[in-house]
């Protein structure tokens, strides 16, 4: 989805400047046209021909800079963007912005732009802190300004402390998640669950699965990248957490089922991607159970179905993680939990299904299609399921 977009990316004096090289890369790597502006002050702290070099585009350094075949009519940046990012963004900046000085580049980039603004503060704790920079943060909010962090860590005079640059998977997110408002999921809410449930023996030991999430992550990615507020159900995993998604961390089935039950008295669709336990000890013990050498014996059972009990107006799809007769069995979970489609996957090869970055499924529908995709990303998968989503979305009344 950054393909083929124009992205403004404004660098400030900041010693955090060397890291919207990282920020370039990752955007230009992604297929975006990057087009750099640098203020006076930035090129103290990282040289244009990095810039320049990792963007393979023209930058502007100066406002009245004739070799730079934007500075000639200096809107034409502004009118070009999809989006202007300003990654890292002082206290100068940000006060100039404010108050709407237009005496570089950047300032008149961001006067001109009809496109959204995302900026993100670095700066000493202090002067993130002082009421001025506050003032005029809230200014920029108020204005639509999307501002990114700051992070607490590190900071350049050696202390820790609240102002260091945001995270570039945050910044990259939120400029994902803007771009994506437009699309052909804005204004509806996901909900997606992800990972594999633990259900607990004693205080140290649980009954869980080899789900690394990836799939359900994938798809709560995506669905942002496509316009919709997500909200992502997750039982634990080792991902970090998808940027500009509502997160609820739970741990066994019965908390993913309560959470899954509130948060879709809003939702248009919710996608099980997790996978739920379906044996749990009936009663988990109080204290640790001791190593016995006659071993030991569990009582099992099934905790309730989620997809099969939970009510509401939203189209539910579910996932079915299979090592023999995929389709018959996938078409039974189809009918048993009354889904709009089932997304069968066979975990018998090694690259599809846990565990791995790629996925080769098979979608079934109430009508009876059968739709087998090819080995995909796990991403690429789950564009496809949301594909689906999408067409079955009521369509926008015409006047
Ligand atoms: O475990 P099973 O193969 O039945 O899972 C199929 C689908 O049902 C998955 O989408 C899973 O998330 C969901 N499920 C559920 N509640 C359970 C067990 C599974 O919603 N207790």
Not at 253 to 279: F, G, H, N, W
Not at 300 to 309: K, N, Q, R, T, V
Not at 329 to 349: E, H, P, R, S
Not at 362 to 389: C, F, N, W, Y
Request: aromatic share 4%.
């Amino acid at each position: 989805m950054l393909s083929n977009k124009t992205i403004v990316l404004g660098i400030t004096g900041s010693i955090a400047a060397y890291k919207a090289a990282e920020i370039a890369s990752q955007l230009t790597q992604a297929g975006a046209n990057v087009n750099v502006i640098m203020t006076k002050e930035a090129i103290q702290f990282i040289s244009p021909i990095t810039l320049r070099a990792i963007t393979g585009r023209p930058l502007v350094t100066e406002m009245f800079d004739l070799a730079s075949e934007f500075s000639i009519e200096h809107v034409s940046l502004a009118e070009a963007a999809d989006i202007v990012v300003i990654a890292p963004a002082t206290a100068n900046i940000i006060a100039k912005l404010a108050a709407g000085i237009a005496d570089d580049m950047l300032c008149c980039t961001v006067l001109a732009t009809k496109a959204p603004v995302a900026i993100a503060p670095a700066m000493e704790t202090n002067m993130y802190n002082n009421p001025i920079t506050q003032d005029n943060l809230s200014k920029l909010k108020a204005r639509n300004f999307v501002i990114i962090g700051p992070a607490t860590g590190w900071l350049a005079s050696g202390k820790e402390g609240l102002g260091r640059l945001a995270d570039i998977d945050d910044i990259i997110g939120n400029i994902r998640k803007v771009l994506g408002r437009g699309g052909d999921l804005a204004g509806k809410h996901i909900v997606v669950t992800a990972g594999g449930t633990q259900e607990p023996i004693d205080p140290v030991r649980y009954i869980s699965n080899r789900s690394s999430g990836k799939m359900g992550y994938a798809l709560a990615e995506a669905a942002r990248d496509r316009g919709a507020k997500v909200t992502l159900v997750t039982a634990p995993i080792s991902l970090p957490e998808p940027v500009g998604v509502d997160v609820i961390k739970v741990g066994t089935a019965q908390e993913m089922r309560q959470a899954v039950v509130k948060v879709t008295s809003q939702a248009d669709a919710l996608i099980m991607a997790a996978a739920v336990a379906d044996y749990r000890p009936i009663k988990a013990a109080k204290d640790k159970i001791k190593k016995r050498e006659a071993g030991l014996t569990l009582e099992l059972e099934c905790p309730p179905d989620i997809l099969g009990s939970v009510k509401g107006n939203f189209i539910k799809v579910g996932f079915a993680a299979e090592s023999s007769n995929l389709v018959k069995n996938a078409k039974q979970k189809l009918q048993q939990k009354g889904l709009d489609f089932i997304v069968a996957n066979d975990i018998t090869a090694s690259d599809s299904g846990f565990g791995v970055d790629t996925n080769k499924v098979t979608i079934i529908d109430q009508e009876g299609k059968i739709d087998s995709l090819p080995l995909l990303a796990k991403r690429e998968v789950a564009e496809r399921v949301l594909d689906r989503v999408v067409e079955l979305l009521p369509k926008p009344k015409s006047r």
